[in-house]
């Protein structure tokens, strides 16, 4: 049984490599896609501070992502590519990290608390098949540094991961 460890790391650097071991071995073993999604929702939820949202949207048509496993409050469901900041990361194939959601034109308001938002797509084989979406209550929460450290979080996702639908 895994047992997430409280993260020691003083700078976010060494924090991310440590989330980052730990997420290995969580998923280390298991191949479901959902179950992945849903324990790695859950380990950088409980890990990483100041995030209130935290979890996976998946492309079920190429237009449109839904809803996929996540930690925090009830969410939109369906958000059209090219909408928002989920559906902009998509569309345009790379993270999109979001000082102040206020000012982002489209922003989805799923949880009124959301002040910042990074959202990173989850790529396989050159084609991006979902996201991983990260919420905070703090403005300019996120810094290059966390954009480096979940888009390292979710290629050991995709790796981890078989594809399904
Ligand atoms: N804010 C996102 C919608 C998803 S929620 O944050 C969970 C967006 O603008 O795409």
Known sequence: MFVAQKIEAGDKAG???????????LLQGERDAIANAANLS?????AVPDLNWTGFYF???????V?????GKVACV???????????AVAKGRSLLVPDVHA???????????????VVPLIRDGAVFGVLDL???LPGRF????????EALAALYVAASDPWG
């Open 135 to 137: 919420d905070s209550p």
């Open 15 to 25: 924090f991310y490599r440590e989330l980052l071991a730990q997420a290995g071995g």
């Open 78 to 88: 369906r958000i059209p590519v090219g909408k928002g900041v989920c559906g902009g």
């Open 104 to 118: 982002f034109p489209g922003h989805i308001a799923c949880d009124s608390a959301s002040r910042s938002e990074l």
């Open 42 to 46: 859950a380990l950088i939820h409980d």
């Open 143 to 150: 810094t290059n540094e966390d954009q480096q450290g979940f």
């Open 59 to 65: 492309l079920k048509t190429p237009s449109e992502l």
């Open 67 to 71: 809803l996929g496993p996540f930690q």
